[in-house]
C-alpha cells in the first residue's frame, strides 16, 4: 500500500517506517526534523504540526491509501500537538480524497468525555484497582486535551484509535492483546515495536473502522 506517517521519528514512528518498509510499502515519512529519520528508502517531507496549514500536508498526501500518525508530545512545549496536529491531518486528508487513518492515543482517554462521545462510562471495564482509582485520575487530568481522539471522533473518516498503556523500547514480538472499546486487564505495558505490528496489521480491516482499541502485553 502507499502509506503516509506521521511523526516518523518518534519511537513508534521509526517502528512504524521500518516495519512498514520491510513489509514492501511505498512510505512517505513527515516529520518535523526530516534529517532525523532513519536512513532507509521512504520520501521525506517537512511539517511541524503544531502550526501546519492542512494545504502543507497535501505533498505527503498525493495518492497516499492510508495514514498512520504516532503523533505526540516530546516536550512540556509540545503540549495539546497531538490534538492539533490530528486535526490538521483530518483536515487535508478530506482534502485528499484519503479516508483511512489509524493514530496512537493512550490507555486512559477511554473514559475522558469527547465531542463525538460526551459521556463515556466513568471506568473502563479493563482498568484493575490501581488504573481506576489512582493513576487514570491524575494521568486523565494531565493530558485530557491532548491527545489525537478529539479530532478523530469528530469526523467521518474511517479511523482506528490504537491506545496503548506504558510503553517499552522492547523489539517486536507480535505476540500482544487487544480489546475494542476497552483497556486490557493487567496490560500494564507494550512495546512500541509491537504497536506499530498492530496498526500496520490493521490497514485494511473495515472492522476496526471508528474503533478504538486497547492493546498491551
Ligand atoms: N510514553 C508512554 O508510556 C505512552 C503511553 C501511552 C501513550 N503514549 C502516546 O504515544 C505517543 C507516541 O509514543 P512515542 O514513544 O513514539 O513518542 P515520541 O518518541 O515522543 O514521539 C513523538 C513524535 O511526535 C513528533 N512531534 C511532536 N511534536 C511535533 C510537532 N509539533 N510537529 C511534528 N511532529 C511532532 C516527534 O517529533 P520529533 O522527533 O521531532 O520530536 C516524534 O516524532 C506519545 O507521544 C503519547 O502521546 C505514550
Do not use: C
Not at 471506568?123 to 482509582?133: A, T
Amino acid at each position: 500500500m502507499k502509506l503516509t506517517i506521521f511523526a516518523a521519528t518518534g519511537g513508534i514512528g521509526r517502528q512504524l517506517l521500518e516495519q512498514a518498509i520491510a513489509a514492501g510499502h511505498d512510505v512517505t515519512a513527515v516529520a518535523r526534523n526530516p534529517q532525523n529519520l532513519s536512513p532507509i528508502p521512504a520520501r521525506a517531507v517537512a511539517a511541524d504540526l503544531a502550526s501546519a496549514d492542512p494545504a502543507v500536508l497535501q505533498p505527503a498526501l498525493a495518492g497516499a491509501d492510508a495514514v498512520l500518525s504516532a503523533l505526540g508530545p516530546r516536550t512540556k512545549a509540545d503540549a495539546g500537538v497531538a490534538a492539533r496536529g490530528t486535526k490538521v491531518i483530518t483536515q487535508a486528508m478530506r482534502a485528499a480524497g484519503i479516508r483511512r487513518v489509524i493514530v496512537v492515543s493512550a490507555a486512559p482517554i477511554g473514559t475522558v468525555p469527547s465531542p463525538g462521545r460526551p459521556h463515556p462510562p466513568r471506568h473502563d471495564p479493563g482498568d484493575g484497582f490501581i488504573l481506576r482509582y489512582l493513576a487514570d485520575p491524575i494521568v486523565k487530568r494531565a493530558l485530557r486535551d491532548h491527545y489525537a481522539d478529539l479530532a478523530l471522533r469528530a469526523s467521518d473518516l474511517d479511523w482506528t484509535i490504537v491506545r496503548p498503556p506504558r510503553l517499552t523500547s522492547k523489539p517486536v514480538t507480535g505476540r500482544y492483546r487487544t480489546a475494542f472499546g476497552q483497556n486490557l486487564r493487567r496490560g500494564l505495558f507494550v512495546a512500541r515495536a509491537d504497536v506499530a505490528h498492530y496498526m500496520l496489521s490493521i490497514l485494511d480491516q473495515p472492522g476496526t473502522f471508528r474503533q478504538t482499541i486497547g492493546i498491551a502485553n
